[in-house]
């Protein structure tokens, strides 16, 4: 039998739901019927509107894709003046203020506290400077992600931002392809660092060299299948094709087509295509997007050039984006450090005036959640590294602010068990003040996210946090499972989850303990992934050794039990919400 | 009276009417002897993966795990609410001791 979810898609999907938002938009937030509301907000999602959760009723979060988190010369500053007047609400967030942006591990920026009513102002001024919030949420092609700095990283042997804008343009507001099952997550990748982790997408389209004609052709190998969520984690499965970058959007849509058709609209807990690939496995999958999908021959796949991978790969190259590189054209980008992806929106507005002064005004987003300045000339690069606002957003931070990733948490988000970003910015404080790293170990990445949606990526850092619960002196608090040694690379590995349930203030502790006998224990020069492989899970177990510190943490209760957990009166009956469009609460008529 | 009983948001939340009524991270106290060895496993709600009604009862099926042994899993239909005339009336559920039905609704 169709979910709910289905049946409600099957009425009004696609590009058709703006038309009624923007009617609720004009009409009030009170005039979405009650019986309507759960339908209509499944279907917001697909205009990138996403219902905060329980407490926080009538606000949204605002997720707007940008593909391979690649904004144009202006663009930057939009996403902060939006930010600046629209994503503020009834709670102030104590280290990032009231109005913020948020750059996600998908190279999208998320906005907060967005009401219904300011919506078409919001989409006028983003579609009228290039950018959009469709399909940024729902069943349907997702932000597309790669190395941001494509067709301009000296590094790279296939420029994909051809590729990538022509299929953001071909499957943005496709009728064909607007109502999947699922969503459809896709990494199109031209640099040999794996800078586009394709391994944990839906689709991942990496640079491979071919014989074509007589001649060494590059192209893309094509993976389907990866994914991190649910417990259920899964690197992208060689389906052995290799395709010609014009010829990328006929594959990409043949199997976006094949999903449509043949993935689990029963259950939506089996709707992603990983569980296709488990099921058929890559043969099968290969055969039908043969015969059914695509009307040439798929040639077989080509020499990969994974062996030179390095992006959060734990060992020697760049391990991210940060810091200064090399452009084709003779310029430079620069990876400036967004701890947490959390920027306050007068910082992006600085950013932007910076980006207009030292370079040509463009930006670009990472999949560690961190910012590129591109096109800064030699000449300028001095004055540019000085300016006071790389002090906070620095270009050869701490190891520990650079490895650092969160999710949204319970701050907004419906599914998280915990507290997240505040946290792990206190985290990646504490480690840099208490902890050193061993001799010749520059890079530690840990990931925290709140829940097993994995959002941040948890499954793919040295040190992977999930959110969960504990007792603690017989009272219920926050906790962390501790997973390690993930990463990606050549051989991709999860992490292995060897401690559960440690409270949420003996996670530093934790950690600092873990490095301190992984510095006693280490082989030589062994990277740190290598020495969790060369042990078992209950050796690493005991290398955790939780302990309280002087680290303190202020959110040990039920975060998820609050309207907003940095309120004064944080209790859900002190929520302000719903409101009216001005901010002033909604009180029920009984 | 017709009540919509679902699960949405990725198994986040129980809608009831179109209301959010019971959310994942809560912490409940399971009368729950198949589930793992513990005589009233403290279990956390990770995610919702059903709902549905018998008499006046609103059941969930839910994964989670007992965080004083560490089990995981989906212990059966546990009761999270009630209705009257039609309308969700909570239960303190992270105060009560909740008995989990095997096949309530299978």
Sequence with gaps: ?590 | MSVSLRVLDDGAWVSVNDAREVSVSELWRLDAPAFCACDLPDFVVENVLAVGVDGRTIDAKVYGQCIACGETGVPGWIPVGRLSDGEFTDIDRERSVLAVRETAHD
């Excluded at chain 1, 898609?9 to 009030?28: D, N, P, Q």
């Excluded at chain 1, 997408?201 to 993976?223: M, Q, S």
């Design chain 1, 1 to 590: 039998m169709p979910t709910d979810v289905e049946r409600w898609k099957s009425e009004v999907y696609g590009t058709e739901i703006r038309e009624h938002l923007f009617r609720f938009a004009e009409e009030g937030w009170e005039s979405i019927p009650e019986d309507e509301r759960d339908a209509w907000f499944e279907r917001f999602k697909w205009w990138g509107l996403y219902h905060q959760r329980n407490g926080q009723e009538s606000y949204f979060m605002l997720r707007i894709g940008t593909p391979n988190g690649r904004l144009e010369p202006g663009q930057l500053r939009v996403v902060g003046e939006v930010a600046k007047e629209y994503a503020t609400g009834p709670g102030t967030n104590p280290l990032f203020g009231d109005a913020y942006a948020d750059f996600t591990t998908r190279q999208s920026i998320q906005l907060h506290w967005i009401k219904l009513e300011d919506v078409p102002d919001i989409f006028e001024k983003l579609e009228a400077n290039g950018l959009s919030a469709q399909q940024a949420c729902g069943d349907s092609w997702r932000n597309i992600v790669g190395n941001p700095m494509a067709g301009d990283d000296a590094t790279e042997v296939v420029d994909a931002w051809p590729v990538i804008r022509e299929l953001n343009e071909t499957f943005k507001g496709n009728d064909d392809h607007s109502n999947l099952p699922r969503k459809w997550k896709v990494s199109v990748t031209g640099t040999p660092d794996g800078s586009g982790q394709g391994d944990i997408n839906d689709l991942a389209l990496e640079p491979a060299y071919k014989e074509i004609g007589g001649e060494r052709t590059v192209g893309f190998n094509v993976r389907v299948g990866g994914g991190l969520a649910r417990n259920e984690p899964r690197f992208a499965r060689d389906i052995d094709v290799w395709v010609a970058p014009e010829d990328a959007p006929a594959v990409a849509g043949g199997l976006s087509a094949l999903f449509r058709d043949h993935g689990d609209r029963e259950n939506r807990y089996n709707a992603r295509i990983k569980f296709l690939v488990d099921e058929w496995g890559p043969e099968k999958l290969r055969r039908v997007l043969q015969e059914e999908y695509v009307d040439f021959e798929l040639e077989t796949a080509g020499e990969d050039v994974r062996d030179q991978y390095t992006y959060n790969a734990g060992g020697e190259g760049r391990n991210d984006l940060l810091g200064v590189h090399d452009q084709k054209d003779g310029s430079n980008f620069v990876g400036l450090n967004v701890l947490v992806g959390r920027m306050g929106a007068d910082d992006v507005i600085e950013l932007a005036d910076l980006a207009e002064e030292y370079g040509s005004g463009a930006a670009r987003l990472t999949q560690r959640q961190n910012v590129i300045v591109p096109d800064v000339p030699d000449e300028k690069l001095d004055a540019f590294l000085a300016a006071d606002l790389l002090e906070h957003y620095s270009p050869d931070p701490s190891p520990f602010m650079r490895g650092s990733v969160a999710c949204t948490g319970t701050e907004f988000c419906s599914l998280s068990i915990v507290e997240t970003k505040n946290r792990q910015v206190r985290f990646a404080r504490w480690l840099k003040q208490n902890v050193e790293l061993p001799d010749g170990v520059d890079e530690f990445h840990v990931h925290l996210s709140g829940c097993t949606a994995s959002c941040a990526q948890p499954q793919i850092a040295d040190v992977s946090l999930r959110g969960m619960k504990t007792r603690k002196d017989g009272e219920p608090v926050e906790a962390l499972d501790v997973g390690l040694g993930g990463g990606l690379g050549e051989e991709p590995q999860f992490a292995r989850w060897v401690t559960q349930r440690v409270p949420v203030d003996e996670v530093p502790g934790a950690i600092a303990n873990l490095l301190a006998n992984f510095d006693d224990q280490r082989e030589g020069d062994e990277t740190f992934r290598e020495f969790v492989r060369r042990h078992d899970d209950d050796e690493l177990a005991e290398l955790v050794e939780p302990e309280e510190t002087s680290y303190d943490d202020p959110m040990m209760h039920n975060t998820k039990r609050t309207w907003y957990p940095y309120a004064e009166d944080d209790s859900l009956d002190g929520s302000p919400a719903p409101s009216l469009a001005d901010g002033t609460p909604i009180t029920s008529d009984d």
